[in-house]
T-cell receptor, first 115, second 112 residues
Framework: GAVVSQHPSRVICKSGTSVKIECRSL??????MFWYRQFPKQSLMLMAT?????????EQGVEKDKFLINHASLTLSTLTVTSAHPEDSSFYIC???????????FGEGSRLTVL | QQQVKQSPQSLIVQKGGISIINCAYE??????FPWYQQFPGKGPALLIA?????SEKKEGRFTISFNKSAKQFSLHIMDSQPGDSATYFC???????????FGTGTRLKVLA
């Protein structure tokens, strides 16, 4: 299957700072990527849809000014958590469309801890 | 109507046994139903998926059973192994999009 890579896998930051997480499709072009958030022992919740060359579409309740998404190329989408606070600590996972209609491949996830 | 209900929340199975996880949905617009396996600290990995035009799909030890009229689908893991111990998520995809609605997850533990 397609490979989606995330970086960093773990990041610890101080409250009030901004953190950027990268999501790359390694062996295919991804016009659309998706960002999910997962709290411990909970399910994945879709945050936003990232479209190459256009603005991201955010799900209801997700603050677009806090979670900045940029999809500048066909292989890279970034999620920036701005002015992070402890409640933003979570597991952030990106995904990209596979070759089969409906199929999504997920990255390894990025664990954010805000102190 | 956008929810996908998953049960059980946790499951303990003896090695060699059959693990069964169930999911139910309401939205008839869903047209793609994948199952994902997730190990701690890792992203979910696609196991197997089914579309509503078939009632069953089998890949190795993993089988999806799909009941369109009941709006239910289930994952069967045959000959369960300790290495299968993980959290399993069902999902449903909204027709025409790739937006997944995930179930709440099932933590499977296979005893050696």
């Amino acid at each position: 299957g397609a490979v989606v890579s995330q970086h960093p896998s773990r990041v610890i930051c101080k409250s009030g700072t901004s953190v950027k997480i990268e999501c790359r499709s390694l062996d295919f072009q991804a016009t659309t990527m998706f960002w999910y958030r997962q709290f411990p022992k909970q399910s994945l919740m879709l945050m936003a849809t990232s479209n190459e060359g256009s603005k991201a579409t955010y799900e209801q309740g997700v603050e677009k000014d806090k979670f900045l998404i940029n999809h500048a190329s066909l292989t890279l989408s970034t999620l920036t958590v701005t002015s992070a606070h402890p409640e933003d600590s979570s597991f952030y996972i990106c995904s990209a469309r596979g070759g089969i209609p409906g199929e999504l491949f997920f990255g390894e996830g990025s664990r954010l801890t805000v102190l | 109507q956008q929810q996908v209900k998953q049960s059980p929340q946790s499951l303990i199975v003896q090695k060699g046994g059959i693990s069964i996880i169930n999911c139910a949905y309401e939205n008839t617009a869903f047209d793609y139903f994948p199952w994902y396996q997730q190990f701690p600290g890792k992203g979910p990995a696609l196991l197997i998926a089914i579309r509503p035009d078939v009632s069953e799909k089998k890949e190795g030890r993993f089988t999806i059973s799909f009941n369109k009229s009941a709006k239910q689908f289930s994952l069967h893991i045959m000959d369960s192994q300790p290495g299968d111990s993980a959290t399993y998520f069902c999902a449903a995809s909204i027709q025409g999009t790739y937006k997944y609605i995930f179930g709440t997850g099932t933590r499977l533990k296979v005893l050696a």
